[in-house]
Nanobody, 128 residues
Framework: QVQLVESGGGLVQPGGSLRLSCSAS????????VGWFRQAPGKEREGVSC????????YYADSVEGRFTISRDNAKNTVYLQLNSLKPEDTAVYYC?????????????????????WGQGAQVTVSS
């Protein structure tokens, strides 16, 4: 069964850190580009970051550049999103998605419709 599962969300104070995990089952995640998206209540879904399957190219939205880091652990079939210097406006449900044959570069990322598989989401709340 093909499945993506996010974990690592929670409640953190402003300035704090979290690490989100996106674990795959039923397929090799290193064959896929993986993107992270977030959606806050009443707001549209926002692309946060993604990493390519081929050469490890990464993309970050301006809102998270310098604070978030995406990485892979192929042995664990998992992609991580390290969230540092968190702000209240980072509060959202975070989703990971995997897609094949997607182009990723520092200036561009795939659209949500291009991804094949999605996780169920993980809540991140930044509040004092």
């Amino acid at each position: 069964q093909v499945q993506l599962v996010e974990s690592g969300g929670g409640l953190v104070q402003p300035g704090g850190s979290l690490r989100l995990s996106c674990s795959a089952s039923g397929f090799r995640l290193d064959d896929y580009a993986v993107g992270w998206f977030r959606q806050a209540p009443g707001k549209e879904r926002e692309g946060v970051s993604c990493i390519s399957a081929s050469d490890g190219s990464t993309y970050y939205a301006d809102s998270v550049e310098g604070r978030f880091t995406i990485s892979r652990d192929n042995a664990k079939n998992t992609v991580y999103l390290q969230l540092n210097s968190l702000k209240p406006e980072d509060t959202a449900v975070y989703y990971c998605a995997a897609g094949s044959h997607l182009f990723v570069a520092s200036w561009t990322a795939p659209e949500p419709a291009e991804y094949d598989y999605w996780g169920q989401g993980a809540q991140v709340t930044v509040s004092s």
